[in-house]
């Protein structure tokens, strides 16, 4: 093949990028954490100062979006923080680049920088703080999950033959289910180990712990990992953490429920995903919808019938202990009002009995219909 040059006729500035990030920090990053650090190396090259919001509206993008990849460059030590004396945010300073394989810590960085110890200490601090700071605000807010990407069949080919960590867990994949990944399960797998910047340390325990919960469906499985990305999980540690307080729920309803001697069902599993991650109820909410359907059907509480009680706390906006304990005066206010028959006109905001829904909503419905009268 013919060698090429590229040239330009056109008499526009240019940044100067490290080779070094090109060759080094650029390949492991998610792609918007190099649009946002590129436009940093366009910005120290105008000289003009701005916000975090000015960078965030010239991608057309949250400012959660670009602390989300300023905080990502602060980790690999490719950009850092700026602070004044009384710890008010300053400025971004780009630091000077090495090969990877020879990349200092900090306290080097900081010693090339030509801080003195007890400044270098302060500002490591300042910059700890910040992150933490930018992490806070992530689990208070909803995570951008980024946008999946449509893979060629060649270029996953590809990476299946050349990546040895990526070619590995496919086969470990292929060897649990039992059969070939089928041209969308790769789609998902490819964009998990890409898009969410999943190591193949972590990959390797998602697969692991969705085939424990007898799940070997892809679907599953990316549904898993987008739920870890929002709550930053990003090591193994901390995804057996999450799945350790997981699984204690597991437990926890099949003990309340009297069932013993066995782990929970495909259908279990289906109904306290729902109630954990689509209804986003706590533990305690959920065992106390076991302890009442108990308490009303102490021969044939099933899962079905906490079910319904949950679908009711939850179409009435219950977030906590105290809500549904709201409801339960306002309902025996209700019933003490049909007994000495001052009933109202107000039952379209009546809360239904968790203890007998359906007979409830008959009751309610009976009573709407006679006061229409």
């Known amino acids: 093949?013919?060698?090429?040059?590229?040239?330009?006729?056109?008499?526009?500035?240019?940044?100067?990028?490290?080779?070094?990030?090109?060759?080094?920090?650029?390949?492991?990053?998610?792609?918007?954490?190099?649009?946002?650090?590129?436009?940093?190396?366009?910005?120290?090259?105008?000289?003009?100062?701005?916000?975090?919001?000015?960078?965030?509206?010239?991608?057309?993008?949250?400012?959660?979006?670009?602390?989300?990849?300023?905080?990502?460059?602060?980790?690999?030590?490719?950009?850092?923080l700026e602070y004044t004396s009384d710890n008010v945010l300053t400025g971004i300073t780009l630091l000077p680049l090495t090969p990877k394989s020879s990349t200092d810590d900090n306290s080097t960085l900081l010693s090339m920088l030509g801080v003195e110890s007890d400044s270098a200490q302060k500002k490591a601090a300042h910059k700890k703080q910040e992150v933490e700071e930018i992490a806070a605000?992530?689990?208070?807010?909803?995570?951008?999950?980024?946008?999946?990407?449509?893979?060629?069949?060649?270029?996953?080919?590809?990476?299946?033959?050349?990546?040895?960590?990526?070619?590995?867990?496919?086969?470990?994949?292929?060897?649990?289910?039992?059969?070939?990944?089928?041209?969308?399960?790769?789609?998902?797998?490819?964009?998990?180990?890409?898009?969410?910047n999943f190591s193949p340390e972590?990959?390797?325990?998602?697969?692991e712990y969705c085939v424990t919960l007898g799940k070997k469906s892809c679907r599953y499985i990316e549904a898993v990992a987008i739920e870890w990305y929002k709550k930053g999980i990003k090591t193994v540690p901390e995804a057996k953490e999450i799945t350790k307080n997981y699984n204690t729920i597991y437990k926890s309803v099949l003990k309340e429920l009297g069932i013993q001697g066995r782990v929970a069902t495909s259908v279990e599993i289906e109904y306290i995903d729902k109630w954990y991650n689509t209804y986003a109820f706590d533990k305690s909410i959920i065992i106390e919808a076991c302890k009442r359907a108990v308490l009303s059907k102490p021969q044939s509480a099933n899962f079905n019938y906490v079910n319904g009680i949950?679908?009711?706390?939850?179409?009435?906006?219950?977030?906590?202990?105290?809500?549904?304990?709201?409801?339960?005066?306002?309902?025996?206010?209700?019933?003490?009002?049909?007994?000495t028959g001052k009933t109202t006109n107000q039952?379209?905001?009546?809360?239904?009995?968790?203890?007998?829904?359906?007979?409830?909503?008959?009751?309610?419905?009976?009573?709407?219909?006679?006061?229409?009268?």
């Open 347 to 373: 039952f379209n905001q009546y809360h239904n009995s968790t203890s007998d829904n359906v007979i409830s909503e008959f009751e309610n419905l009976f009573i709407e219909e006679t006061n229409k009268k």
């Open 1 to 80: 093949m013919e060698t090429i040059t590229i040239s330009t006729k056109n008499h526009e500035t240019y940044s100067s990028v490290s080779n070094f990030f090109i060759d080094y920090y650029m390949t492991d990053a998610n792609g918007e954490f190099v649009k946002v650090y590129l436009y940093l190396v366009r910005l120290l090259n105008s000289g003009r100062a701005v916000t975090v919001a000015d960078i965030a509206d010239h991608f057309d993008s949250t400012e959660k979006d670009i602390c989300r990849a300023i905080r990502y460059w602060i980790k690999e030590n490719v950009v850092q």
């Open 310 to 339: 949950l679908e009711n706390w939850h179409k009435y906006g219950v977030k906590k202990i105290s809500d549904i304990d709201k409801l339960d005066e306002e309902n025996a206010k209700q019933r003490k009002g049909k007994q």
């Open 137 to 196: 605000t992530e689990e208070n807010e909803p995570v951008a999950v980024p946008e999946k990407i449509n893979y060629k069949a060649s270029y996953i080919n590809k990476k299946i033959k050349e990546d040895d960590e990526f070619s590995t867990l496919i086969y470990q994949m292929e060897t649990l289910f039992g059969n070939k990944l089928t041209a969308t399960s790769l789609q998902i797998i490819t964009n998990i180990y890409e898009q969410l």
């Open 202 to 207: 972590l990959m390797e325990y998602l697969i």
